[in-house]
Protein backbone atom coordinates (compact mmCIF):
# COMPACT_ATOMS: atom_id res chain seq x y z
CA UNK A 1 0.00 0.00 0.00
CA UNK A 2 1.74 3.21 -0.84
CA UNK A 3 0.93 5.14 2.57
CA UNK A 4 -0.29 8.82 3.00
CA UNK A 5 2.61 9.82 5.10
CA UNK A 6 6.04 9.06 5.89
CA UNK A 7 7.92 11.06 8.11
CA UNK A 8 10.87 12.09 6.83
CA UNK A 9 14.63 11.34 7.71
CA UNK A 10 17.57 13.62 7.03
CA UNK A 11 20.30 11.26 8.04
CA UNK A 12 21.93 12.86 11.11
CA UNK A 13 19.57 12.63 13.70
CA UNK A 14 20.92 9.54 15.58
CA UNK A 15 23.81 11.25 15.15
CA UNK A 16 22.84 14.44 16.73
CA UNK A 17 20.92 12.60 19.26
CA UNK A 18 24.08 10.87 20.56
CA UNK A 19 25.52 14.29 20.62
CA UNK A 20 22.54 15.19 23.18
CA UNK A 21 24.08 12.05 25.30
CA UNK A 22 27.35 12.86 25.02
CA UNK A 23 26.67 16.44 26.52
CA UNK A 24 24.90 14.72 29.17
CA UNK A 25 22.25 17.04 29.32
CA UNK A 26 18.39 15.25 27.91
CA UNK A 27 16.32 17.95 29.62
CA UNK A 28 14.76 21.17 27.73
CA UNK A 29 17.00 24.06 26.75
CA UNK A 30 20.22 22.73 25.94
CA UNK A 31 22.72 23.24 23.00
CA UNK A 32 20.26 21.97 20.63
CA UNK A 33 17.48 23.74 21.71
CA UNK A 34 18.93 26.60 21.24
CA UNK A 35 20.69 26.03 17.83
CA UNK A 36 16.34 25.49 16.98
CA UNK A 37 15.89 28.63 18.15
CA UNK A 38 18.70 30.52 16.76
CA UNK A 39 17.56 28.50 13.16
CA UNK A 40 14.52 30.23 13.86
CA UNK A 41 15.12 33.73 14.73
CA UNK A 42 18.19 33.78 11.75
CA UNK A 43 16.37 32.27 8.80
CA UNK A 44 12.60 33.73 9.53
CA UNK A 45 13.59 37.01 11.12
CA UNK A 46 11.58 36.74 14.45
CA UNK A 47 12.29 38.30 17.61
CA UNK A 48 12.40 34.93 20.10
CA UNK A 49 11.55 31.75 19.16
CA UNK A 50 10.81 29.19 21.89
CA UNK A 51 10.43 25.50 21.27
CA UNK A 52 7.52 23.62 22.80
CA UNK A 53 6.36 20.05 23.12
CA UNK A 54 4.22 20.90 19.88
CA UNK A 55 1.95 23.17 18.25
CA UNK A 56 -1.30 22.63 20.42
CA UNK A 57 1.27 23.57 23.42
CA UNK A 58 2.49 26.63 21.51
CA UNK A 59 -1.21 28.24 20.73
CA UNK A 60 -2.11 26.93 24.72
CA UNK A 61 0.85 29.53 26.05
CA UNK A 62 -0.37 31.72 22.94
CA UNK A 63 -4.05 31.38 24.97
CA UNK A 64 -2.47 32.51 28.14
CA UNK A 65 -0.33 35.41 26.53
CA UNK A 66 -3.43 37.04 25.07
CA UNK A 67 -4.85 36.90 28.85
CA UNK A 68 -7.68 34.81 27.53
CA UNK A 69 -10.46 34.95 29.99
CA UNK A 70 -14.10 33.28 30.56
CA UNK A 71 -16.46 35.25 27.85
CA UNK A 72 -14.21 36.09 26.04
CA UNK A 73 -14.38 36.05 22.16
CA UNK A 74 -12.05 34.34 19.42
CA UNK A 75 -12.07 34.41 15.75
CA UNK A 76 -11.19 32.02 13.42
CA UNK A 77 -11.74 29.50 10.70
CA UNK A 78 -14.13 26.89 11.40
CA UNK A 79 -12.14 24.37 8.93
CA UNK A 80 -9.01 23.81 10.95
CA UNK A 81 -7.82 21.47 13.72
CA UNK A 82 -9.05 21.09 16.79
CA UNK A 83 -6.01 22.44 18.74
CA UNK A 84 -6.96 26.06 17.35
CA UNK A 85 -9.92 26.31 19.13
CA UNK A 86 -9.18 23.78 22.00
CA UNK A 87 -6.38 26.13 23.36
CA UNK A 88 -8.67 29.07 23.69
CA UNK A 89 -11.34 26.91 24.91
CA UNK A 90 -9.34 25.94 28.19
CA UNK A 91 -9.14 29.13 29.16
CA UNK A 92 -12.67 29.78 28.69
CA UNK A 93 -13.29 31.34 25.41
CA UNK A 94 -15.94 31.51 23.39
CA UNK A 95 -14.88 30.20 19.76
CA UNK A 96 -16.42 32.45 16.88
CA UNK A 97 -16.15 30.72 13.41
CA UNK A 98 -16.00 32.61 10.60
CA UNK A 99 -16.05 31.01 6.92
CA UNK A 100 -13.54 30.36 4.67
CA UNK A 101 -12.84 31.19 0.99
CA UNK A 102 -13.34 28.57 -1.37
CA UNK A 103 -9.73 29.35 -3.40
CA UNK A 104 -7.10 28.74 -0.43
CA UNK A 105 -9.72 27.34 1.82
CA UNK A 106 -8.37 30.03 4.51
CA UNK A 107 -10.56 32.42 7.00
CA UNK A 108 -11.96 34.98 4.66
CA UNK A 109 -10.44 37.79 5.38
CA UNK A 110 -13.07 40.18 4.51
CA UNK A 111 -15.81 38.45 7.41
CA UNK A 112 -13.62 38.52 9.73
CA UNK A 113 -14.64 42.46 10.47
CA UNK A 114 -18.12 42.11 11.03
CA UNK A 115 -17.56 38.95 13.58
CA UNK A 116 -15.92 41.63 15.55
CA UNK A 117 -17.62 42.39 19.20
CA UNK A 118 -16.62 44.49 22.22
CA UNK A 119 -15.61 40.60 23.66
CA UNK A 120 -13.33 39.59 20.73
CA UNK A 121 -10.09 39.55 22.24
CA UNK A 122 -7.65 37.77 19.09
CA UNK A 123 -8.04 36.76 15.29
CA UNK A 124 -6.15 33.09 14.68
CA UNK A 125 -5.22 32.55 10.82
CA UNK A 126 -4.67 29.31 9.96
CA UNK A 127 -2.58 29.04 7.11
CA UNK A 128 -4.15 25.43 5.44
CA UNK A 129 -1.51 23.52 3.48
CA UNK A 130 1.03 26.28 3.85
CA UNK A 131 -0.34 28.39 2.16
CA UNK A 132 -0.89 32.08 3.71
CA UNK A 133 -4.25 33.59 4.88
CA UNK A 134 -4.50 37.49 3.36
CA UNK A 135 -2.42 38.58 6.71
CA UNK A 136 -1.97 42.13 5.67
CA UNK A 137 -5.45 42.81 5.68
CA UNK A 138 -6.19 40.66 8.87
CA UNK A 139 -3.29 42.61 10.71
CA UNK A 140 -5.02 46.13 9.66
CA UNK A 141 -8.23 44.95 11.40
CA UNK A 142 -6.05 43.87 14.44
CA UNK A 143 -4.93 47.58 14.57
CA UNK A 144 -7.85 48.67 14.45
CA UNK A 145 -9.64 47.11 16.89
CA UNK A 146 -6.97 46.78 19.17
CA UNK A 147 -6.69 42.88 18.65
CA UNK A 148 -4.07 39.99 19.09
CA UNK A 149 -3.20 38.22 15.94
CA UNK A 150 -2.05 34.69 16.30
CA UNK A 151 -0.62 32.38 13.81
CA UNK A 152 -1.72 28.95 13.62
CA UNK A 153 1.25 28.21 11.24
CA UNK A 154 1.41 24.48 12.30
CA UNK A 155 1.59 23.43 8.19
CA UNK A 156 3.14 26.70 7.08
CA UNK A 157 7.48 26.81 7.74
CA UNK A 158 9.28 27.87 4.95
CA UNK A 159 6.06 29.68 3.55
CA UNK A 160 5.97 32.91 2.89
CA UNK A 161 3.35 36.13 2.72
CA UNK A 162 5.09 39.09 0.44
CA UNK A 163 8.40 37.59 1.34
CA UNK A 164 7.75 37.23 5.28
CA UNK A 165 8.12 34.12 6.94
CA UNK A 166 4.65 32.60 8.14
CA UNK A 167 4.36 32.74 11.87
CA UNK A 168 6.73 36.28 11.62
CA UNK A 169 3.58 37.96 10.97
CA UNK A 170 1.36 37.90 13.89
CA UNK A 171 2.15 39.07 17.27
CA UNK A 172 2.93 35.26 17.94
CA UNK A 173 3.21 32.60 15.77
CA UNK A 174 2.40 28.72 16.26
CA UNK A 175 4.26 26.03 14.32
CA UNK A 176 4.56 21.95 14.61
CA UNK A 177 6.53 19.46 14.20
CA UNK A 178 4.27 16.24 14.43
CA UNK A 179 5.24 13.42 12.00
CA UNK A 180 3.00 14.70 9.42
CA UNK A 181 4.32 18.13 9.26
CA UNK A 182 7.12 19.01 6.90
CA UNK A 183 10.32 19.09 9.82
CA UNK A 184 9.14 16.81 12.28
CA UNK A 185 10.42 15.69 16.04
CA UNK A 186 7.89 13.20 16.60
CA UNK A 187 5.93 15.63 18.53
CA UNK A 188 6.86 19.07 18.83
CA UNK A 189 6.48 23.03 18.22
CA UNK A 190 7.33 26.15 18.44
CA UNK A 191 5.61 29.31 19.92
CA UNK A 192 7.45 33.07 17.70
CA UNK A 193 7.45 36.13 19.48
CA UNK A 194 7.24 38.89 17.29
CA UNK A 195 6.13 41.19 20.29
CA UNK A 196 8.88 42.11 22.49
CA UNK A 197 5.88 42.69 25.27
CA UNK A 198 5.47 38.90 25.45
CA UNK A 199 9.11 37.31 25.44
CA UNK A 200 9.77 37.50 29.38
CA UNK A 201 6.12 35.95 30.45
CA UNK A 202 6.36 33.45 27.27
CA UNK A 203 9.17 31.88 29.01
CA UNK A 204 7.81 31.88 32.61
CA UNK A 205 4.78 30.08 31.53
CA UNK A 206 7.00 27.78 29.28
CA UNK A 207 8.81 27.02 32.52
CA UNK A 208 6.14 26.19 34.93
CA UNK A 209 5.05 29.38 35.68
CA UNK A 210 8.68 29.74 36.94
CA UNK A 211 11.58 32.23 36.42
CA UNK A 212 13.79 29.74 35.93
CA UNK A 213 15.02 31.11 32.45
CA UNK A 214 16.10 34.41 34.37
CA UNK A 215 17.91 32.70 37.39
CA UNK A 216 19.85 30.94 35.01
CA UNK A 217 21.54 34.16 32.90
CA UNK A 218 21.93 35.59 36.14
CA UNK A 219 18.93 37.98 36.36
CA UNK A 220 17.49 37.37 39.68
CA UNK A 221 19.00 35.23 42.58
CA UNK A 222 16.36 33.06 43.18
CA UNK A 223 14.15 30.54 41.28
CA UNK A 224 10.18 30.66 42.05
CA UNK A 225 6.73 30.62 41.26
CA UNK A 226 5.60 34.22 39.53
CA UNK A 227 2.48 33.32 37.20
CA UNK A 228 0.71 30.31 35.43
CA UNK A 229 2.64 28.05 33.76
CA UNK A 230 2.71 24.44 32.86
CA UNK A 231 5.73 22.16 31.27
CA UNK A 232 5.95 23.06 27.77
CA UNK A 233 9.36 22.34 26.84
CA UNK A 234 10.49 19.75 24.85
CA UNK A 235 13.72 17.55 26.01
CA UNK A 236 16.92 17.76 24.08
CA UNK A 237 16.57 14.54 22.08
CA UNK A 238 13.77 16.36 20.48
CA UNK A 239 15.51 19.04 19.89
CA UNK A 240 18.64 16.79 18.41
CA UNK A 241 16.01 15.27 15.83
CA UNK A 242 14.34 18.66 14.80
CA UNK A 243 18.21 20.46 14.38
CA UNK A 244 18.65 17.77 11.96
CA UNK A 245 15.75 18.28 10.28
CA UNK A 246 16.77 22.29 10.39
CA UNK A 247 19.22 22.08 8.62
CA UNK A 248 18.12 20.29 5.64
CA UNK A 249 15.08 22.71 5.62
CA UNK A 250 16.11 23.88 2.04
CA UNK A 251 16.69 20.35 0.37
CA UNK A 252 13.19 19.20 2.70
CA UNK A 253 11.61 21.92 1.02
CA UNK A 254 12.62 21.83 -2.36
CA UNK A 255 12.17 17.77 -2.82
CA UNK A 256 8.18 18.43 -1.40
CA UNK A 257 8.17 21.18 -3.85
CA UNK A 258 9.59 19.19 -6.66
CA UNK A 259 6.85 16.44 -5.98
CA UNK A 260 3.99 19.08 -5.79
CA UNK A 261 4.49 20.35 -8.76
CA UNK A 262 4.15 16.84 -10.61
CA UNK A 263 1.28 16.24 -9.31
CA UNK A 264 -0.35 19.42 -10.57
CA UNK A 265 1.22 19.13 -14.03
CA UNK A 266 -0.23 15.68 -13.76
CA UNK A 267 -3.59 16.72 -12.52
CA UNK A 268 -3.81 19.84 -14.87
CA UNK A 269 -5.93 17.96 -18.13
CA UNK A 270 -8.46 16.50 -14.84
CA UNK A 271 -8.86 20.03 -13.84
CA UNK A 272 -8.55 22.20 -17.01
CA UNK A 273 -11.35 19.28 -18.61
CA UNK A 274 -13.55 20.45 -15.21
CA UNK A 275 -13.33 17.23 -13.45
CA UNK A 276 -11.91 17.81 -10.02
CA UNK A 277 -10.07 21.45 -8.77
CA UNK A 278 -6.19 22.21 -7.90
CA UNK A 279 -5.21 24.00 -5.28
CA UNK A 280 -4.94 28.00 -5.82
CA UNK A 281 -1.34 30.03 -4.49
CA UNK A 282 -1.90 33.26 -4.19
CA UNK A 283 0.67 35.63 -6.36
CA UNK A 284 2.61 37.05 -3.00
CA UNK A 285 2.16 33.76 -1.55
CA UNK A 286 5.57 31.34 -1.19
CA UNK A 287 4.28 27.67 0.07
CA UNK A 288 6.09 24.95 1.20
CA UNK A 289 4.19 21.88 -0.21
CA UNK A 290 3.01 20.35 2.83
CA UNK A 291 0.28 18.75 1.11
CA UNK A 292 -1.29 17.91 -2.07
CA UNK A 293 -5.20 18.02 -2.00
CA UNK A 294 -7.90 17.78 -5.10
CA UNK A 295 -11.30 18.63 -4.54
CA UNK A 296 -13.55 17.02 -6.29
CA UNK A 297 -17.25 17.15 -7.46
CA UNK A 298 -19.19 16.27 -3.83
CA UNK A 299 -19.05 13.67 -0.63
CA UNK A 300 -20.11 11.02 -2.61
CA UNK A 301 -17.84 11.64 -5.19
CA UNK A 302 -15.00 11.52 -2.79
CA UNK A 303 -15.87 8.47 -0.66
CA UNK A 304 -15.63 6.65 -4.12
CA UNK A 305 -12.64 7.79 -5.55
CA UNK A 306 -10.70 6.88 -1.75
CA UNK A 307 -12.41 3.70 -2.16
CA UNK A 308 -11.15 3.42 -5.69
CA UNK A 309 -7.85 4.75 -5.18
CA UNK A 310 -7.36 2.12 -1.75
CA UNK A 311 -8.39 -0.62 -4.24
CA UNK A 312 -5.08 0.21 -5.89
CA UNK A 313 -2.66 0.50 -2.88
CA UNK A 314 -3.38 4.03 -2.66
CA UNK A 315 -4.14 5.67 0.70
CA UNK A 316 -5.89 9.13 0.36
CA UNK A 317 -7.50 10.96 3.20
CA UNK A 318 -10.11 14.00 4.06
CA UNK A 319 -10.17 15.56 7.55
CA UNK A 320 -11.69 18.21 9.61
CA UNK A 321 -14.87 17.55 10.09
CA UNK A 322 -15.75 21.79 10.27
CA UNK A 323 -15.43 22.25 14.25
CA UNK A 324 -18.75 24.17 14.38
CA UNK A 325 -20.40 21.53 13.33
CA UNK A 326 -18.39 18.90 16.17
CA UNK A 327 -20.15 18.35 19.47
CA UNK A 328 -17.84 20.40 21.23
CA UNK A 329 -17.83 23.05 18.51
CA UNK A 330 -21.18 23.32 19.39
CA UNK A 331 -20.72 23.93 22.89
CA UNK A 332 -18.16 26.47 22.60
CA UNK A 333 -18.38 27.94 19.65
CA UNK A 334 -21.24 29.50 17.22
CA UNK A 335 -20.68 30.10 13.58
CA UNK A 336 -20.98 34.23 12.44
CA UNK A 337 -22.71 34.40 9.10
CA UNK A 338 -23.19 32.18 6.93
CA UNK A 339 -21.37 28.62 5.91
CA UNK A 340 -21.52 28.80 2.47
CA UNK A 341 -18.58 27.32 1.54
CA UNK A 342 -16.65 25.71 5.35
CA UNK A 343 -18.91 22.43 5.12
CA UNK A 344 -19.47 22.05 1.16
CA UNK A 345 -15.46 22.40 0.34
CA UNK A 346 -14.62 20.03 3.48
CA UNK A 347 -16.54 17.34 1.96
CA UNK A 348 -14.95 18.34 -1.64
CA UNK A 349 -11.54 17.44 -0.45
CA UNK A 350 -9.07 14.62 -0.49
CA UNK A 351 -5.61 14.66 0.27
CA UNK A 352 -3.07 12.91 -1.77
CA UNK A 353 -0.10 10.63 -0.43
CA UNK A 354 2.42 13.62 -0.03
CA UNK A 355 6.04 13.26 1.93
CA UNK A 356 9.55 14.02 1.83
CA UNK A 357 10.98 12.18 -1.03
CA UNK A 358 8.23 10.42 -2.43
CA UNK A 359 8.79 8.71 -5.62
CA UNK A 360 7.93 10.18 -9.16
CA UNK A 361 7.13 6.32 -10.20
CA UNK A 362 4.72 6.57 -7.09
CA UNK A 363 3.53 10.32 -7.99
CA UNK A 364 2.83 8.46 -11.53
CA UNK A 365 0.84 6.15 -9.80
CA UNK A 366 -1.56 7.88 -8.05
CA UNK A 367 -2.30 10.41 -11.12
CA UNK A 368 -2.47 7.45 -13.34
CA UNK A 369 -5.07 6.03 -10.88
CA UNK A 370 -7.11 9.13 -10.55
CA UNK A 371 -7.27 9.45 -14.36
CA UNK A 372 -8.54 6.36 -14.52
CA UNK A 373 -11.33 7.00 -12.05
CA UNK A 374 -12.18 9.72 -14.19
CA UNK A 375 -12.31 7.14 -17.67
CA UNK A 376 -9.57 9.13 -18.83
CA UNK A 377 -7.01 6.50 -20.63
CA UNK A 378 -3.47 5.97 -19.67
CA UNK A 379 -2.08 9.20 -21.47
CA UNK A 380 -0.19 11.13 -18.83
CA UNK A 381 2.18 7.48 -17.38
CA UNK A 382 5.40 6.77 -17.99
CA UNK A 383 4.56 4.29 -20.13
CA UNK A 384 4.13 6.25 -23.23
CA UNK A 385 7.03 8.10 -22.73
CA UNK A 386 9.46 5.59 -22.04
CA UNK A 387 8.34 2.93 -24.78
C1 LIG B 1 -0.93 19.75 13.10
C2 LIG B 1 -1.74 20.93 13.43
C3 LIG B 1 -1.88 21.40 14.75
C4 LIG B 1 -1.40 20.63 15.95
O1 LIG B 1 -0.05 20.36 15.94
P1 LIG B 1 0.57 19.44 17.10
O2 LIG B 1 2.04 19.74 17.01
O3 LIG B 1 0.23 18.03 16.73
O4 LIG B 1 -0.02 19.84 18.37
C5 LIG B 1 -2.56 22.58 14.97
N1 LIG B 1 -3.10 23.27 13.96
C6 LIG B 1 -3.00 22.86 12.67
C7 LIG B 1 -3.60 23.69 11.58
C8 LIG B 1 -2.33 21.67 12.36
O5 LIG B 1 -2.25 21.26 11.11
Redesign the pocket.
Known amino acids: MLPFNIPGLTGNEEAYIREAFKNQKLSGDGLFTKKCHGWFETNFNVKKSLL????????EMSAILANIKEGDEVIMPSF?????ANAFVLRGAKIVFVDIRPDTMNINENLIEEAITRKTKAIVP???AGVACEMDKIMEIARRYDLLVIE????GVMSTYNGNALGSIGHLG?????E??NYNCG???ALLINDDRFVERAEIIREKGTNRSRFFRGQVDKYTWVDLGSSYLPSEINAAFLYAQLEMASDINNNRLLSWNRYFEGLRPLHDGGLIELPHIPQNCEHNAHMFYIKVRDLEERTELIEYLKQNRILSVFHYIPLHSSDAGLKFGRFHGADLFTTQESERLVRLPMYYNISKEDITKVIENINSFYGVGQRYSNKIYTN
Open positions: TTSCTHALTFVSTVHYDAAQCYSFHTKEGG
